[in-house]
T-cell receptor, first 113, second 108 residues
Framework: KAGVTQTPRYLIKTRGQQVTLSCSPI?????VSWYQQTPGQGLQFLFE???????NKGNFPGRFSGRQFSNSRSEMNVSTLELGDSALYLC????????????FGPGTRLTVL | QKEVEQNSGPLSVPEGAIASLNCTYS??????FFWYRQYSGKSPELIMF????GDKEDGRFTAQLNKASQYVSLLIRDSQPSDSATYLC????????FGKGTRLHILP
């Protein structure tokens, strides 16, 4: 069974631009969570989607948004990029909303110049 | 502010010894606790989760939870060089909160 896939793997943007990241969960998994990982703040929860609905949200500004499609694939968008948005963005999939076992994708490394 | 605290390390343990990783959490509402392992340049992978007080064993790994003390630990028996990684502790009530991780180095 294929794992979680994320595209693109690497991205370089400049301040003020926006970016869209994509995540395809493991086949049959219906919940997708997004995380930001930085050396200073560690791994921080962004949001969780299940059945095309955002079920939970972390403490990030409104510039961070996401959505989930009917096939469970998910995208997250960051608008008006700031230097501090440079991070590894990880997507994790699980069978159901709130499931204990989640599987992380390889991540998208975003660099904001 | 809900927090999960871990010693950043590095924690150096001789091969074959027991590695003990500790974590404290501030949110008494947390119901589930997790240990993830993350190798350098890789994604986190779940080692185990625990939600009842006491011990939970899985192979060489034992998770321990003490809700009264708001304390979670992970013991790795017979440590191997391949266990060298960063270990992330996490707690969840409505949302999951991760600690910043403890770097573990197993000395051959």
């Amino acid at each position: 069974k294929a794992g979680v896939t994320q595209t693109p793997r690497y991205l370089i943007k400049t301040r003020g631009q926006q970016v869209t990241l994509s995540c395809s969960p493991i086949s049959g998994h219906r919940s997708v969570s997004w995380y930001q990982q930085t050396p200073g703040q560690g791994l921080q929860f962004l949001f969780e989607y299940f059945s095309e609905t955002q079920r939970n949200k972390g403490n990030f500004p409104g510039r961070f948004s996401g959505r989930q499609f009917s096939n469970s694939r998910s995208e997250m968008n960051v608008s008006t990029l700031e230097l501090g948005d440079s991070a590894l963005y990880l997507c994790a999939s699980s069978l159901e909303w709130g499931a204990d076992t989640q599987y992380f994708g390889p991540g998208t490394r975003l660099t904001v110049l | 502010q809900k927090e999960v605290e871990q010693n950043s390390g590095p924690l150096s343990v001789p091969e074959g010894a027991i590695a003990s990783l500790n974590c404290t959490y501030s949110d008494r509402g947390s119901q589930s606790f997790f240990w993830y392992r993350q190798y350098s340049g890789k994604s986190p992978e779940l080692i185990m989760f625990i939600y009842s007080n006491g011990d939970k064993e899985d192979g060489r790994f034992t998770a321990q939870l003490n809700k009264a003390s708001q304390y979670v630990s992970l013991l790795i028996r017979d440590s191997q060089p391949s266990d060298s990684a960063t270990y992330l502790c996490a707690g969840r009530d409505d949302k999951i909160i991760f600690g910043k991780g403890t770097r573990l180095h197993i000395l051959p």
